[in-house]
């Protein structure tokens, strides 16, 4: 139904826009002030069916991408379209307007180059269409959902873990003075961090690596066993840049889903930068009984891998799954 209507909509525009064309040529002066506008009304309502129609025609594309538009993207999409299709009528009005100037043995000449000419004119709309909707605009709209994706990644701090690491300090205090200190102050550069971060399309794996280090010394107050959580970061090129919180996700779906803490090595990490490729690597050990992780770890994953797609096409790879041994693995990979 929605593919009919937006059809309908190209072709009632498309009738009317040269109906109005052939009336505009013969019209006289208080006329042409009136079909103008009729004109360009009609070229919008066409430009709008143009718009939809690709919409349905790419949905099952954009949906595996995890692109929505909204309606004001829609809208500007559509404004682009209509400003392509108003400049190839111009230039066909301007055409007919020379070709009246020539003298009829001129026309008689190459009485084929009005076709012509008509023929290049729809064909220059069209491939100016193409560009724009699957061309740079689509790129545009791939780049503004990306950024998208990452403030509402940034804005999922748990909830949880920000309880339990107060609880922890609290009791901190009264145990070691100290150590309750540095906790406080990682909490607030990570907080600090997150706030940052939301503004960046970018940081360096310096500033990315402290981030995790800081989550990681704040995660490890739960942890009654010294080497339950091993950490081991190796960055070649501390300046390389990559788009921020990308980790963050499996890091703390380690700790959500691990099932012993009290063992050593319970949660392994690492995070390492060679000749341009970051490789980061966690596996944690599972519960006795371990539930589904399909549900467990679908959110959080589901939504890192739409922002891998939109920031790094082709350019990443990421596996998770239990390795048969009682442990979790999860290994991401990024050309950055």
Partial sequence: MRFLSSLLYIIVGAIFSAWLLNALFEADLSWVIILIPM????LFVTA?????????????MMKSSGLLLSTRQ??????KCWAVIVMGVALVVTFRWMWALLSDSVRQLVPWLEVLFYVFCALLTVAALW???????FHEIRLLNAQNENRL??????????????NNIDALIWLDRDRASRAVGNLSDLMRYLTYASRQESVSLDEEQQHLSQLVALQRLRMPVDDALQWTPEVENPQARIAPLLIMPLVENCFKHCGNLNESGAIRLSLSERDGILRFRSDNNLPSAPPSHSGSHGLGLNTLRRRLELLYPDNYSLSVGPTGKGRYETELQIRI
Avoid: C, D
């Avoid at 709008?48 to 099952?60: A, F, N």
């Avoid at 829609?74 to 404004?79: F, G, K, P, T």
């Fill in 48 to 60: 709008i069916g143009i718009v939809h129609l690709w919409l349905l025609l790419s949905e099952r």
């Fill in 74 to 79: 829609m809208l500007w999409l559509s404004l």
């Fill in 131 to 137: 560009s724009i909707l699957l061309g740079q605009n």
């Fill in 153 to 166: 990644l940034k804005a999922q701090l748990n909830p949880h873990f920000l309880y339990n690491t107060l």
């Fill in 39 to 42: 004109m360009l009304m009609v």
